[in-house]
């Protein structure tokens, strides 16, 4: 393409440094299967080249960690159950727009059903709070740090004097 990047290509892009999730940036852009989209794009060199342009210099947040962690802690498992429930396997239409995100890893074991590991939602919440309580410690820190120098240079006040 001549002049660059369709508009819905470029939402896709914004969506993908945004969100951090391909999938989500997708269906964000409009596509109506996010999962087949999402998988053409990321593959096009255009894309991937406008992705690294919008994020240089960008570093993900704080908040953005704690969002994904708060998202495997508290995410919903019902499609997840469904596909485990289910008689036959979802078409691709209905599987595209099944909430998959609390799932680490899926197998068909060779004695036949299905297996579907779950992220530890133990372990986001210690990750959780251990943010937390680092955001709060940051808080601090400044008001030791002006204490400290304050301190010091009482010291030197007093030494030389």
């Known amino acids: 393409m001549k002049n660059g990047l369709k508009p ?10 945004e969100y951090h999730s391909g999938v989500t940036a997708a269906a964000l852009a409009g596509y109506s ?3 087949t989209a999402c998988a053409k794009l990321l593959a096009r ?9 919008l994020r240089e210099g ?4 704080p908040q953005e960690i704690s969002s994904g962690y708060r998202l495997l802690a508290f995410g919903d498992c019902t499609d997840a159950f469904r596909l485990l429930f289910c008689d036959e396997a979802p078409d691709k ?13 899926i197998k068909r074991p060779k004695n036949g059903g299905i297996e579907i590991k779950f992220f530890d939602r133990l372990k986001a919440l210690e990750h959780l709070e251990n943010t ?21 240079a009482i010291r030197d006040d007093e030494d030389g004097s």
């Open 8 to 17: 819905k290509e470029k939402l896709f892009c914004i969506y993908c440094c």
């Open 33 to 35: 299967l996010p999962k």
């Open 45 to 53: 060199k255009d894309i991937q080249n406008e992705i690294s342009r």
């Open 58 to 61: 960008s570093a993900v947040t």
């Open 93 to 105: 239409g209905e599987l595209e727009k099944m909430n998959l995100l609390n799932i680490s890893e």
């Open 132 to 152: 937390s309580s680092a955001s709060k410690n940051d808080d601090a820190l400044p008001f030791y740090d002006v204490i400290e120098r304050s301190a010091a």
